[in-house]
């Protein structure tokens, strides 16, 4: 394949990827760091884009190498590694926080933006409000990997301030989102309080911690069941929560809004994998969609189940 035909589906699949109304040469500019005529010389055919800038437009507009070459692999998709660094976890959490933080901040004003999840364990929008439930979180996945070696105890664990102000400019910025979906696992509150009992059998938690954490959890419930009655956020946008009654082995997420679609899978506990890859996208979508099938909605409407429920998830906190 010549590099004019190159050239040309790069052009095309470019301008498949960008939102109407946008302007291509203006979005090239900013991502390549080009002049203007630099830029349209490329898209005039006059100059073939080098492989450098391709690689970065392909990162940058989520677009794949082999859209561009022209070859179509129904099973591949691209996806963004976020993962904690081993060499400097703290850092690299705070980091990969802000980014979701500023994400979220450009889609409060989307009126169409909607994010939808299927998870199996407390959704970070909720646990990171919590001093106590947001360290637990991150102490377990320290001590799980042993490259991490820097704490043993969940008291040595210090979280420093510009994170725990990161960890709740999160929790607030993805409740401006317009329309949130939610589908919990039902044993979303039995699976972290198994976590928490286990940790304190090998006495790596005080009981007077378990006992922070216990009434961190019972705060969350009063606050998440008072959330799931208006069917809104104190922001005013809307929430719908939904109780699967089939278990799901992982934490699905999908984004939309006017211009932008994203996937992601929680893996790692606290990493994840992103993809803007339309057909995984799609998958997702319909994914977790399916799930809802399985699913009772029990913000707003289903005050029997929404209050069975939350009942017993406070009776498996009071046990713990």
Known sequence: MNADVLNTNLIEVMKNKIPDGVNLANTLMDILYIGKEAVYRRLRGEVPFTLNEA?????????????????????????DLNLIHYSDPIKTYYTMLG???????????????????????????????????????LFKWMYQNEKVNCVKYFSELNIPDELKQTQKAFAEATQHIQTTHYI????????????????????????????????????LLNDLE??????????????????????????YGYMETSNMEMSLIRIFSIDSITSK????????????????????????????????????????????
């Not at 901040?105 to 994010?115: F, Q, Y």
């Open 55 to 79: 690689s970065i437009i392909s990162k940058k507009l989520g677009v794949s190498l082999d859209q561009i070459v022209g070859i179509s692999y129904t099973n591949n998709a691209m996806f």
């Open 226 to 251: 008072d959330i799931a009655s208006r069917g809104k956020f104190d922001t005013g946008k809307d929430i719908c929560i939904y109780i699967s009654n089939i278990n799901f082995e992982a934490t």
């Open 277 to 320: 890859d339309k057909e995984m996208c799609r998958h997702m979508k319909d994914w977790i969609l399916s799930l809802r099938k399985f699913s009772t909605m029990i913000s707003e409407s289903g005050e029997m189940q929404r209050i069975q429920f939350f009942k017993k998830q406070r009776e498996i906190v009071e046990n713990m």
């Open 99 to 137: 980014h979701y933080v500023k994400l979220f901040e450009s889609l409060s004003d989307d009126p169409s933006a909607e994010v939808s999840t299927a998870s199996n364990m407390i959704p970070q929008t909720y646990y990171l409000q919590y001093e106590n439930l947001s360290k637990f979180r």
């Open 184 to 219: 919990w696992d039902s044993m979303i509150f039995y699976y972290l309080v198994n976590d928490i009992k286990y940790f304190a059998s090998i006495h790596l938690i005080t009981e007077d911690e378990v006992t922070k954490l216990q009434d961190e959890l019972l705060r």
